[in-house]
């Protein structure tokens, strides 16, 4: 029996041949990955007093940027004072700074064939380069930088093969997600793996969000198998980049997996998602009849910061207004993204339509700062979570829809199917 390609990589970074569902796997990462909250959240226990490569660590400052209290600063204080003991090759400080899997990406940090680990939740993100990236807690981190191991259970993947040529219209990456996520609920103890003839119709932006997401699923890994798109992206490698030969995990055509589910990309339509949760919470907004006045529009996080997403928003507001009692938020996934958005005029669009665009952070997504919701507010985002109390109050309640979707909404003042807006 084959491996999928998330057990290839497992197996490879644990030096054996095979790895099955049930195994422990004692892993080597190709490149550990660290945010600012590293410090500031784990204090001077975790300080650490090696580290077991320089060319395989990165520091980097995205949760909190720029520091919004003392105790960030503090911490930010320690990171860099890290970073130049360890003479760190990838150091992304306030200003080159970027959401840890946006900066991944950029850089090719995340790269075919390879295991990443960082403390975030959504380093499954790395999945859509065939990566295999997973987060883990402060203490499995530290035992990632100084010992340079890391150790999984090996979970059963579910497969899904996408079908179809092309996208409907004003359908994204997003909303392919959240047709999985609201067809086949939780992937609880499972990874995923993505594959099929259609995967030529999701571009990398899509194929991003998706693997982004996944974490929302309760998915231990999540992974796009290697195509010609995967090597386009990885040749336009910035300088500093890895320049490790790539060797692509895909999975062997006698993989053995727990279930394997056909998406065909024609049956998708926009959707939104209620609170407060993901799986099997969703609605296609063609047929959702709630007219749900919201207060507060979100576009970022690393699941929609990208310059697709900035150039999704700006063609619905062109000529428009966002709504009188709307507060619109944008965050670029990084300050490249910022600067290309710049360059393109879509800043100039956003703020003339009355729409706030932040610094590269994850600071409005996961409640800290730069756009909290307040008591009784209705917010509706693009981001990655929709639990109680993720964007600020407890008594907010937070809906979820593609960066079409939030903008529409924005604009009407209600949740609104991007497709009535759509030009």
Not at 163 to 176: E, F, I, N, R, T
Not at 237 to 261: E, F, H, L, Q
Not at 302 to 317: H, S, Y
């Amino acid at each position: 029996m084959g491996l999928t390609a998330i057990e290839k990589v497992l197996a490879r970074t644990s030096g054996k041949d095979v790895v099955r569902p049930g195994d422990i796997a004692v892993c080597r990462p190709d490149m550990v990955v660290q945010a600012d909250l590293f410090f500031s959240v784990a204090g001077s226990w975790h300080r650490p007093k090696k580290i077991f490569d320089a060319d395989r660590v990165v520091q980097l400052f995205d949760h909190a940027v720029p520091a919004p209290s003392i105790k960030d600063a503090a911490g930010m204080v320690e990171a860099r004072r890290f970073a130049k003991e360890f003479k760190l090759k990838n150091t992304f400080d306030v200003g080159v700074h970027g959401i840890s899997h946006v900066i991944a990406a950029e850089h090719r940090l995340a790269r075919p064939g390879e295991l990443l680990v960082c403390s975030d939740s959504h380093t499954c993100a790395s999945g859509a380069f065939n990566c295999a990236g997973r987060g883990v807690g402060l203490t499995d981190l530290l035992q990632a930088l100084t010992k340079g191991l890391v150790w999984y259970p090996v979970s059963p993947t579910i497969r899904y093969e996408i079908k179809g040529s092309s996208l409907p219209p004003v359908v994204s990456g997003k909303d392919v997600f959240f047709h999985i996520a609201h067809t086949y609920g939780a992937h609880t103890a499972h990874s995923v793996e993505f594959g099929g003839e259609g995967l030529r119709a999701l571009d990398m932006s899509a194929r991003r969000t998706i693997s982004t997401m996944c974490a929302e699923l309760g998915a231990e890994f999540a992974m796009f198998e290697c195509d010609d798109i995967t090597m386009e992206f990885m040749k336009n490698a910035p300088k500093g980049a890895p320049t490790r030969p790539i060797v692509p995990a895909n999975p062997d055509k006698d993989a053995d997996y727990a279930d394997v589910r056909t998406v065909d990309l024609a049956d998708v339509e926009p959707y939104v998602i209620l609170p407060h949760s993901v799986p099997k919470n969703g609605a296609r907004l063609s047929v959702f009849d709630r007219k749900v006045p919201i207060n507060q529009a979100f576009v970022g996080s690393c699941a929609n910061g990208q310059i697709e997403d900035l150039r999704v928003v700006a063609k619905v507001l062109k000529g428009r207004k966002v709504a009188a009692d709307v507060r619109f938020i944008i965050t670029p996934g990084s300050q490249a993204i910022y600067l290309q958005a710049a360059r393109e005029g879509l800043l100039e669009t956003i703020v003339e339509a009355g729409a706030v665009v932040t610094n590269s952070t994850c600071g409005a997504c996961y409640g800290g700062h730069m756009g909290l919701v307040g008591p009784g507010e209705v917010c509706i985002t693009a981001s990655t979570r929709n639990f109680k109390g993720r964007m600020g109050s407890s008594e907010a309640e937070i809906y979820m829809g593609s960066p079409a979707t939030v903008a529409a909404s924005a604009v009407a003042g209600i949740i609104t199917d991007p497709r009535t807006l759509w030009r």
